[in-house]
């Protein structure tokens, strides 16, 4: 089970309070911790941690973050062959603030934004090596562009996780096998209800409500997988759980809906503990939590 993801590597800067500040409110933190993340390499990590054989590809500075998710990378078992390192320009980072049982993030891309159709197209090969292939929208879009037609053309699965919400061509959704936004991105991207989009993208479109579960649309009918109810500690990198379990289970051979009731799981377990990438599932876990 090969899987390469092409996106953004962070660091992500975690402030935890007892509430949110309002405009021009300074209120004080509970701690603070760098974790590494980013949507691409949280991504990468989840199926790291579920067992799959991954690849990233990215960009990072040449700085002390990004040696740090360098390391981070080597210790979860990612392959950085294709991961370039950039002087001059700053690894991205990634303030978070954790309150009241959710999150806000500020995005600094850095050396993402240097992750053009040139790096792409120089990790060629093991894109014709993948079993899947995942994209998101916090690299320049162009290279999302050319990545989900290159696979396209060469019968390449691709799940795109469309976030940040940025308008999507209908090239690109026709060139992905999957796409997989929230309840507040479904809106922006399609200025639809989520029930008329997945129905006019059955299979295709995955829309992931928190608490409320997980539904698409089989092509019959609307299906709705609920979320477990669990014990919320940070949710930050629950959809990135989520996406990486899928695609795991889909590498693996699961039906849809059997990969979206294993990924809803893994990002159930993910969003008890802190962090992003630290709160991920193992496979043994998973399994021994299913157990319990």
């Known amino acids: 089970m090969k899987i390469t993801v092409v996106g953004s590597i962070n660091a992500d800067l975690v402030t935890r309070c007892s509430r949110f ?19 691409g390499a949280n991504q ?22 990004g040696r740090f998710l360098l390391d981070n990378f080597l210790t979860q078992s990612v392959d950085i062959e294709n991961v370039s390192v950039l002087n001059g320009i700053s690894s ?6 954790i309150a009241e049982n959710d999150n ?15 790096i792409a197209e120089s990790a060629k090969d093991i894109l014709l090596g993948s079993d899947m292939v995942m994209l998101q929208l916090e690299i320049p879009m162009a290279t999302v562009e050319y990545t989900a037609a290159f696979c396209y053309e ?28 929230n309840e507040i991105e479904i809106t922006q991207l399609f200025n ?21 579960g997980t539904y698409f649309h089989n092509g019959t009918s609307i299906v709705h997988t609920p979320a477990q109810k669990v014990e919320v500690v940070d949710t930050t990198g629950a959809g990135d759980t989520f ?11 699961m039906k849809l809906q059997d990969a ?30 299913e157990l319990g």
């Open 44 to 65: 990468a990590v989840a199926c790291a941690k579920l067992g799959a054989n991954v690849r990233m590809v990215g960009c990072v500075g040449n700085d002390a973050n």
């Open 92 to 97: 991205g980072v990634a303030p978070i603030l």
């Open 192 to 212: 639809d209800s989520f029930e008329k989009v997945i129905a006019d993208f059955p299979n295709k479109v995955i829309m992931t409500a928190g608490s409320q």
């Open 243 to 253: 996406n990486g379990a899928l695609a795991v289970g889909i590498s693996e051979g």
């Open 154 to 181: 060469n019968h390449i699965p691709v799940i795109l996780n469309p976030a940040p919400a940025q308008r999507l061509s209908k090239e690109l959704i026709n060139n992905v096998t999957y796409i997989t936004p």
């Open 21 to 39: 500040p309002q405009a021009g409110e300074t209120v004080f933190g509970d701690d603070f911790t760098v974790f590494p993340g980013g949507k």
């Open 104 to 118: 806000m993030i500020v995005v600094v891309p850095g050396a993402n934004g240097k992750v053009t159709c040139e």
């Open 260 to 289: 979206i009731v294993f990924a809803s799981k893994a990002a159930s377990f993910s969003i008890k503990k802190l962090g992003a990438q630290s709160a991920m599932p193992t496979r043994s876990e998973l399994e021994n939590e």
